[in-house]
Structure formats: C-alpha cells, structure tokens
C-alpha cells in the first residue's frame, strides 16, 4: 500500500510570491491534515479536510490555504510568501479523522528568499 | 537510559539499554495520545498510540503509559538500537477527528 505522497519535496520561493503544495492520501483515507515544522515552532497544525470540507482550522493567517478533492487528494496554498513561512509542510492522511492514526508523508521543504 | 519526569531536549543511552522519553501534555480533556519518532529528512512515523482510558499499552519494544492525573506521557524502547536514534514528539488530541497538538521533541541518540 503506497504511503503519504507529496509533491514536491522541495521548493524555493521569493517573498510576495505564492506556492501550492500537493498531498496524495493512502488510499482509502478520507482525512487529510497539514502541519508547519520550523525549529522555533515545531509542529503546528494548519487545518484538516475531510470528505472536501475543512473540518478543523489552526491558528494561521489567511493567507494559508486549502482545499481537498472528491478523491482525497489535497492540496495548501501560501500566498504573498514572508521570510517566515519557510517550513517543512507536512500532510497526513487518516481514515476517518485527524487524530486517530494519521500517518504523515515526507514533507516539503520550502524555503522563502 | 532513563529520563523520568522532566522532559529533556536530549537523551544519549548505549545501544541495548532502555530507553524512557517524557512528555507533558496540555489538555486534561484530551483523549488520544501518539507517538512519532521523526527521522532526519523524512515525516513523522507512527509508533504507538494510547486512548484516554487506558494507562498502559504496549507495541513491539515499545510501552506507552498515561499518566492522567498529572498529565504525563512516556514512551519506553526496550532493547535501543542505534536505528532509534531519532526525534520523538508526543501529540495529543481532544478526541478523534480533531487536530493533534505536538509537544517539543526529543532527540534520542544511541551509541554501540
């Protein structure tokens, strides 16, 4: 069974840019969650979707984004990037929600310059 | 090999010693509880998890207990092997389907 898949792994972007990150489920899994890890920070919880609806939001700014599709996958936006967002953004995928058995995928890098 | 009570950034064991890593959670209402150990370069792994009416359950080489009276979670490895070296971070979760909220992480580092 394939694991958490997300693309890409890593990116470079430049301030008041915007960036869209992919997230591809286990299959089977309805819930998908995203996570910002920073070393100051570590790992903060941006929002779950499941079943297409934001079930759950954290405590960011609007300009984090998201959205998922009727096959699961999911997909965060970032508009107008600051210095600050770079993070490795984290998806994890559950069966039914974000805190029961979410298994996480690889990451993706991103770094704002 | 043993970290008891406090949460420490960092813990250096010898291989095949075992190995106990603390966290405090947050929330007495929170419900589930999980492990992650967090390799360099890749996501969280899930290693165990453990349900607000439980104080103990045990995995391969591995042993959750709950302590919810005074809101204390730790994982004990059995037998650490150089291959658990990693970060390991505790979460927790007001009840299944809501976020996870992440505690500071421990680097657990193993030598032979």
């Known amino acids: 069974k394939a694991g958490v898949t997300q693309t890409p792994r890593y990116l470079i972007k430049t301030r008041g840019q915007q960036v869209t990150l992919s997230c591809s489920p286990i299959s089977g899994h309805r819930s998908v969650s995203w996570y910002q890890q920073t070393p100051g920070q570590g790992l903060q919880f941006l929002f779950e979707?499941?079943?297409?609806?934001?079930?759950n939001k954290g405590n960011f700014p609007g300009r984090f984004s998201g959205r998922q599709f009727s096959n699961s996958r999911s997909e965060m936006n970032v508009s107008t990037l600051e210095l600050g967002d770079s993070a490795l953004y984290l998806c994890a995928s559950s069966p039914s929600g974000g805190g029961t058995e979410a298994f996480f995928g690889q990451g993706t890098r991103l770094t704002v310059v | 090999g043993e970290n008891v009570g406090l949460h420490l950034p960092t813990l250096s064991v010898q291989e095949g010693d075992n190995s106990i890593i603390n966290c405090a959670y947050s929330?007495?209402?929170?419900?589930?509880f999980i492990w992650y150990k967090q390799e360099s370069g890749k996501g969280p792994q899930f290693i165990i998890d453990i349900r607000s009416n439980m104080d103990k359950r045990q995995g391969q080489r591995v042993t959750v207990l709950l302590n919810k009276t005074v809101k204390h979670l730790s994982l004990q490895i059995a037998a650490t092997q150089p291959g658990d070296s990693a970060v390991y971070f505790c979460?927790?979760?007001?009840?299944?389907?809501?976020?996870?909220?992440f505690g500071k992480g421990t680097t657990l580092s193993v030598s032979s």
């Open positions: 929330n007495s209402a929170s419900d589930y």
């Open positions: 979460a927790e979760a007001l009840q299944a389907g809501t976020a996870l909220i």
């Open positions: 979707y499941f079943s297409e609806t934001q079930r």
